[in-house]
Antibody
Framework: QVTLKESGPALVKPTQTLTLTCTVS??????????VSWIRQSSGRDLEWLAH???????SYKTSLKTRLTVSKDTSKSQVVLSMTNMGPADTATYSC???????????????WGQGTLVTVSS | EIVLTQSPGTLSLSPGERATLSCRAR???????LAWYQQKPGQAPRLLIY???IRAAGIPSRFSGSGSRGDFTLTISRLEPEDFAVYYC?????????FGPGTKVDI
């Protein structure tokens, strides 16, 4: 059974750096054609993709947030870590990680999601 | 990055009716492979359709996906009470993932 679980602070102050960890089970971060993305959702509606990291360590970031984001993985710990610098009130959202699967005939999609963790940015 | 639009924003229907949800890419896209997700309040999104028309494991046959060339459709043939939710489309292009803004299907 594939599971993903996010962990990290519920409250951060403006200008601080947010660090979130996604711990996965039921699959390996070294499995071919597999990756993990970070996605956030504010006000219960818009889903905003932030970053992903693939089994081969290929990474990509949302263009408008690229300078603030860093994603990494520790395969031995089954963890993916997202760091986001210079947090502001607009970054208040539920942050989730999701497993990415892909193939030439199926495209790229998220087949398993964590429940998400609410992060509030406030002084 | 590709921008996806979804219409309508809200779809008000009754159980047993047919729902047709649209997702369009504003720019021309190389990929024709779209995914659809269902999200209920307080829950994580659930994968319904990938590869534009492939139902994910455990998804009932009343859900179907179609489309190409940046114009995609999710159809729910006969709405069940548990289908009232928000539906999102998602595309991957040029190393970026994009979600549409969602369509809420309510009673």
């Amino acid at each position: 059974q594939v599971t993903l679980k996010e962990s990290g602070p519920a409250l951060v102050k403006p200008t601080q750096t947010l660090t979130l960890t996604c711990t996965v089970s039921g699959f390996s971060l070294s499995d071919a054609k597999t990756g993990v993305s970070w996605i956030r959702q504010s006000s219960g509606r818009d889903l905003e993709w932030l970053a992903h990291i693939f089994w081969n360590d290929e990474k990509s970031y949302k263009t408008s947030l690229k300078t603030r984001l860093t994603v990494s993985k520790d395969t031995s710990k089954s963890q993916v870590v997202l760091s986001m610098t210079n947090m502001g009130p607009a970054d208040t959202a539920t942050y989730s990680c999701a497993r990415v699967r892909f193939s030439g005939s199926s495209g790229f999609y998220f087949d398993s999601w964590g429940q998400g963790t609410l992060v509030t940015v406030s002084s | 990055e590709i921008v996806l639009t979804q219409s309508p924003g809200t779809l008000s229907l009754s159980p047993g009716e047919r729902a047709t949800l649209s997702c369009r890419a504003r720019q021309s896209v190389k990929s024709n492979l779209l995914a659809w997700y269902q999200q209920k309040p307080g829950q994580a999104p659930r994968l319904l359709i990938y590869g534009t028309s492939i139902r994910a494991a455990g998804i009932p046959s009343r859900f179907s996906g179609s489309g190409s060339r940046g114009d995609f459709t999710l159809t729910i043939s006969r709405l069940e009470p548990e289908d009232f939710a928000v539906y999102y489309c998602q595309l991957y292009a040029s190393s970026y993932f994009t979600f549409g803004p969602g369509t809420k299907v309510d009673i």
